[in-house]
């Protein structure tokens, strides 16, 4: 899908590996939930849940740097006023990253 200028997402050449990604944190999450649903010990369920926080925010910041390195900087080179929309959305993505 592209955004409101027709351009095409800057991970779509990683899709594969995002997607591959994004399966084994959901593998990771049900085994979490059997975790709990077999009462594991305490500190064996939040050392599973500290992985998949790193995994999600491994993605996240692939997600930012490509948004940067591609949305951003194409719309720059162009001189769009698109740009500095661009920045502004990474600029907030960054900002909720930050706070989560």
């Given amino acids: 899908m592209s955004d409101e200028t027709g351009t ?19 593998g990771q999450v049900k085994g979490i939930e059997r975790m709990i649903g077999d009462e594991k010990y305490c500190i064996d369920i939040l050392t599973q849940v500290s992985a998949v926080t790193k995994a999600l925010q491994a993605v996240a910041l692939g ?38």
Wanted: proline share 5%.
């Fill in 63 to 100: 997600l930012v740097d490509e948004h940067m390195s591609h949305c951003v900087l194409d719309a720059a080179r162009a001189g769009s006023p698109q740009a500095e929309v661009k920045l502004r959305e990474a600029s907030d993505a960054i900002a909720r990253l930050v706070r989560s």
């Fill in 8 to 26: 095409p997402p800057g991970y779509l050449t990683r899709k594969d590996d995002y997607l591959k990604r994004m399966r084994r944190i959901e």
